[in-house]
T-cell receptor, first 112, second 115 residues
């Protein structure tokens, strides 16, 4: 089982819709969870972090964490064509580690 | 604070040659990470420094790879006897050390092509 799994997509949504991106992880002791956005040919950019169960909102972005189900999601409201990118889920490797494990990413395409 | 800087941006080398990449982290960040990313994959962990100490190294990192952070500031990643399979984007990231795990800030990366 891969440590961090994401559907590679592409996920296609029309402009103005809600995009829902999902991620599951295998290490039950993981404590820190992050979403990165990566435009084609560019490096990843941190957009959200979440550490506790529940929802965390920042502008049009909402991160959701369910540690019991080992599931993290990212919702993007009012999707814009500029949101078209690959979204990477990253998970801390658990107690004693300071590094992150990344999923392969989900490509999001927002059509005008 | 100009972010994380990586040099060079692009490197083309012949198989068997040695290459060295440099990373300058955000000045107040004491944690520095190297990752490698190939097309269609997420970043893959290579190694991690806290200040000048190399605290973790991936089992995937062969002995052809070495990294240093001699004064706890900039870092170098050297690949000896490059192979075509080393072609990838090499990403450096830094973070402010604390009691937990915090999000990284990535540099623009060094794209290596081995021909």
């Amino acid at each position: 089982q891969k440590e961090v799994e994401q559907n590679s997509g592409p996920l296609s949504v029309p402009e103005g819709a809600i995009a829902s991106l999902n991620c599951t992880y295998s290490d039950r002791v993981s404590q820190s969870f992050f979403w990165y956005r990566q435009y084609s040919g560019k490096s990843p950019e941190l957009i959200m972090s979440i550490y506790s169960n529940g929802d965390k909102e920042d502008g049009r972005f909402t991160a959701q964490l369910n540690k019991a189900s080992q599931y993290v999601s990212l919702l993007i409201r009012d999707s814009q064509p500029s949101d078209s990118a690959t979204y990477l889920c990253a998970v801390s490797r658990g107690s004693g580690y300071s590094t992150l494990t990344f999923g392969k990413g989900t490509m999001l395409l927002v059509s005008p | 604070d100009t972010g994380v800087s990586q040099d060079p941006r692009h490197k083309i080398t012949k198989r068997g040659q040695n290459v060295t990449f440099r990373c300058d982290p955000i000045s107040e960040h004491n944690r520095l990470y190297w990752y490698r990313q190939t097309l269609g994959q997420g970043p893959e962990f290579l190694t991690y420094f806290q200040n000048e100490a190399q605290l973790e190294k991936s089992r995937l990192l062969s002995d052809r790879f070495s990294a240093e952070r001699p004064k706890g500031s900039f870092s170098t990643l050297e690949i000896q006897r490059t192979e075509q399979g080393d072609s990838a984007m090499y990403l450096c990231a830094s973070s402010l050390g604390g009691t937990g795990v915090e999000g990284y800030t990535f540099g623009s990366g060094t794209r290596l092509t081995v021909v």
